[in-house]
C-alpha cells in the first residue's frame, strides 16, 4: 500500500505558476500528474520513473515539469505559463509498472484544485 497527498493547489492568474507536492509514504517506479475538469474524463499530464525518464501528455510540453525527491519521497510538478484549460482537480498516481498516461495506476492521491481565471 502506497498513501498519497498532495497539496499545492491554489486560484491563479493565467500566466502564472503553481508548483504542486505530493508527498509519498514510499517510492514506486512510476509515479505521475493526473487533471480532471469538470464533465470530463481523467487525463495523464506528466510521469516519471524512478530513474529520472519522463513522459509529458502534448498540452503541457514546455510548460510543467515534473520531479522528484527520492529521498524526501516527494513528487513535484512544476506549473508555468498556466492557461484557464489547466483548470481541473491534480491527482497524483503511484505504481509498481511503467503505465506512462494511462490511468491504469493503483495508488491515487486526494488531489488538489488548481484554478486558472483568464
Known amino acids: 500500500e502506497v498513501q498519497l497527498v498532495e497539496s499545492g493547489g491554489d486560484s491563479v492568474q493565467a500566466g502564472g505558476s503553481l508548483r504542486l507536492s505530493c508527498a509519498a509514504s514510499?517510492?514506486?517506479?512510476?509515479m505521475g500528474w493526473f487533471r480532471q475538469a469538470p464533465g470530463k474524463e481523467r487525463e495523464g499530464v506528466a510521469v516519471i520513473r524512478t530513474n529520472g525518464v519522463t513522459t509529458y501528455a502534448d498540452s503541457v510540453k514546455g510548460r510543467f515539469t515534473i520531479s522528484h525527491d527520492v529521498a524526501k519521497k516527494t513528487l513535484y510538478l512544476q506549473m508555468d505559463s498556466l492557461k484557464p484549460e489547466d483548470s481541473a482537480m491534480y491527482y497524483c498516481a503511484a505504481d509498481w509498472l511503467w503505465l506512462g498516461l494511462t490511468d491504469d495506476y493503483q495508488f491515487w492521491g486526494q488531489g488538489t484544485q488548481v484554478t486558472v481565471s483568464s
Open positions: 514510499r517510492i514506486t517506479w512510476t
